[in-house]
Nanobody, 123 residues
Framework: VQLQASGGGLVQAGGSLRLSCAAS????????MAWFRQAPGKEREYVAA?????????YYANSILGRFAISKDNSRNTMYLQMNTLKPEDTAVYYC????????????????WGQGTLVTVSS
């Protein structure tokens, strides 16, 4: 499956952005998916994940809990990350990923990666 992330940009602290991850190539609805991010000089870190058929099964890193929301529209082959109350420490390249499993678990490894989209939050 091919993943294409978009929606990044420059925003002031306290603002919002919505990232999109468009998928193609295979049955999108069968994949659990996730967002990761990598800040300058830091390792890539997990942000949020969602099961293949979404519903109530969403998972979040503590650092963004209550501010970000992950969603998945299987009819549009697209995953989203709504980011609210952005902070300068949210500045990073955001990557979307897909797993070859329908139900996400924390030790699973993504099978596919998108190319990343840069989010910059100014103070």
């Amino acid at each position: 499956v091919q993943l294409q992330a978009s929606g990044g940009g420059l925003v002031q602290a306290g603002g919002s952005l919505r990232l999109s991850c468009a998928a193609s190539g295979r049955t999108f609805s069968n994949y659990s998916m996730a967002w990761f991010r990598q800040a300058p000089g830091k390792e890539r870190e997990y942000v949020a994940a969602i099961d293949a058929w979404s519903g109530p099964n969403r998972y979040y890193a503590n650092s963004i809990l209550g501010r970000f929301a992950i969603s998945k529209d299987n009819s549009r082959n697209t995953m989203y990350l709504q980011m609210n109350t952005l902070k300068p420490e949210d500045t990073a390249v955001y990557y979307c990923a897909a797993y070859d499993i329908p139900y996400y678990y924390s030790t699973a490894r993504p099978a596919y990666w998108g190319q990343g989209t840069l989010v910059t939050v100014s103070s």
